[in-house]
């Protein structure tokens, strides 16, 4: 299994997508653009409108969702209660199961790529204009 690790700013995690977003439709290869270039409202709601905390890089080149990977990492435990409630009533975690289905529902998971390529394209000219080299 890959192994989840936060990934950091926008603008330094450019350099470790290898992968080349799919057209918009088609399956999603976890190539992180989307998340890149726009916090959806699930991130935001995180209290970041610029770099989504609960983007994690699995260091394969490929980028999860951490709210569907690992929501209990990512939540603030005032908001696991109802969930972690689930979990004492219900052998195996299920509230946990349920949370990750909830999200990935939320986000359309499985449902293909839904970043617009013209905005995706747009996005990868504005980094590579406003791309600061190191000063080490």
């Not at 992968?19 to 970041?48: F, R, S, T, Y």
């Not at 949370?99 to 998971?109: E, P, V």
Request: glycine content about 12%; proline content about 7%; some cysteine.
């Amino acid at each position: 299994m890959d192994k989840l690790e936060p990934a950091g700013a926008v603008w330094q995690l450019l350099h470790l997508v290898s992968l080349d977003k799919p057209p918009q439709g088609k399956p999603c290869n976890g190539c992180g653009l989307c998340c890149i270039a726009e916090v959806c409202d699930l991130g935001k709601e995180l209290c970041d409108e610029e770099r989504c905390r609960a983007l994690i890089s699995l260091g394969t080149g490929r980028f999860a969702c951490g709210l569907v990977a690992d929501p209990y990492r990512y939540l603030p435990p005032e908001r696991l209660v109802p969930w972690h409630a689930i979990d004492q009533l219900a052998p195996g975690g299920q509230g946990e199961q349920a949370l990750k289905a909830h999200f990935a529902g939320l986000l359309g998971t499985g449902r293909g790529c839904d970043a617009a390529d013209e905005a995706i394209q747009a996005f990868l000219v504005e980094a590579e204009v406003n791309e600061q080299l190191a000063l080490f």
